[in-house]
C-alpha cells in the first residue's frame, strides 16, 4: 500500500488549496477514504471521510461549509478541496486507509495557512 499526498504550501486566510492522495497497491474502489490532520503540538485529528462510491461524506465540525472530500475511483485519487482557509487550518495533512487488518498513512503535505 503507498498513499502520497501533495498539493500542499502556504496560502493566505480566506485562500484556497486542493490536496490530493495517490493510492497504489490495494483496491482503491473497495474501501472508505479519510483525511485526518495534526497541527504543532497538537493531536492528529479525523478531518474528513468519504464512502466508497463518493456518494456520501462527513467532516469534523470545524471544516464544514469550508471543505470538500472527493475522490476518482477511476484514478485511484482522494482529494481535499480547502476554501475560506484559516491561520487554525494550518497543519500537516495525512491521507488515510483502514483495511480489515491494517490501518495506512502517507507522509503527510504541509498547509500553513499565514498571512
Known amino acids: 500500500v503507498q498513499l502520497v499526498e501533495s498539493g500542499g504550501g502556504l496560502v493566505q486566510p480566506g485562500g484556497s488549496l486542493r490536496l490530493s492522495c495517490a493510492a497504489s497497491?490495494?483496491?482503491?474502489?473497495?474501501?472508505?477514504m479519510r483525511w485526518y490532520r495534526q497541527a504543532p503540538g497538537k493531536e492528529r485529528e479525523w478531518v474528513a471521510s468519504v464512502t466508497r462510491d463518493g456518494g456520501v461524506a462527513d467532516y469534523v465540525d470545524s471544516v464544514k461549509g469550508r471543505f470538500t472530500i472527493s475522490r476518482d475511483n477511476a484514478k485511484n485519487t482522494l482529494y481535499l478541496r480547502m476554501n475560506s482557509l484559516k491561520p487554525e487550518d494550518t497543519a500537516v495533512y495525512y491521507c488515510?486507509?483502514?483495511?480489515?487488518?491494517?490501518?495506512?498513512w502517507g507522509q503527510g503535505t504541509q498547509v500553513t495557512v499565514s498571512s
Open positions: 497497491g490495494f483496491t482503491f474502489r473497495y474501501y472508505v
Open positions: 488515510n486507509l483502514r483495511t480489515e487488518s491494517n490501518e495506512y
